[in-house]
């Protein structure tokens, strides 16, 4: 199975920040990488897929990067509501795997 | 709009069964890929399962093969998640999601399985 490490565990940041998390997969998953965005007890939101593109509605200050085995999610100037906990999936072999999430709170 | 929408779910003893469904609409079900995924209480995402557009093809995490079965009634627009020899470590809200392109685009509210004597 593909191990998917996301770094760090957690973040602490204010409004108007910039923030980057990283993915690292155990082997090559060329661009098949996804990554979600949860609130607490709300069921995960999909921002990024294909490493880099956003889904539709998603704000510009999300982008994503990366390739083969790196990748970053970047949030530019953090807003209120971006708190939350974000994880990373590789969908390039099953079984899918999520890293362990990142929980960004202020 | 899109729409996903489990229920099934409940408190179960341990070895007990459960049916999970996720009723669909907004999209040509027939068309996707559907997924299965799971959440422990205070734990990380956890995917389950996915069955083809057809429900020809089937996967599955390691933990749950042989005791989970996954299908699909495109006639319905629905997807559905056997749950057998259930164990407290199956404890948690199951989510169904969209596959196929753009990736996991669409995710249900979830519905919870609790297990527990």
């Known amino acids: 199975d593909i191990q998917m490490t996301q770094s760090p565990s957690s973040l602490s940041a204010s409004v108007g920040d910039r923030v980057t998390i990283t993915c690292r997969a155990s082997?090559?998953?060329?661009?098949?990488l996804a990554w979600f965005q949860q609130r607490p007890g709300k069921a995960p939101k999909s921002l990024i897929y294909?490493?880099?593109t956003l889904h539709s509605g998603v704000p510009s200050r999300f982008s994503g990067s990366g390739s083969g085995t790196v990748f970053t999610l970047t949030i530019n100037s953090l807003q209120p509501e971006d708190f939350a906990t974000f994880y990373c999936q590789q969908y390039t072999s099953f079984p899918y795997t999520f890293g362990q999430g990142t929980t960004l709170d202020i | 709009q899109v729409y996903l929408v489990e229920s099934g779910g409940g408190v179960v003893q341990p070895g007990g069964s459960l049916r999970l469904s996720c009723v669909a609409s907004?999209?040509?079900?027939?068309?996707?890929?559907m997924q299965w995924i799971r959440q422990a209480p205070g734990k990380g995402l956890e995917w389950v399962a996915l069955v083809s557009f057809s429900g020809s093809d089937r996967h599955y995490t390691d933990s749950v093969k042989g005791r989970f079965t996954i299908s699909r009634d495109n006639s319905k627009n629905t997807l559905f998640l056997e749950l057998n020899s259930l164990t407290p470590e199956d404890t948690g809200v199951y989510f169904c999601?969209?596959?196929?392109?753009?990736?996991?685009?669409?995710w249900g509210p979830g519905t919870l399985v609790a297990v527990s004597s």
């Open positions: 082997q090559d998953i060329s661009n098949s």
């Open positions: 294909t490493a880099s």
């Open positions: 999601a969209r596959g196929g392109f753009p990736f996991c685009a669409y």
């Open positions: 907004g999209f040509t079900f027939s068309n996707y890929p």
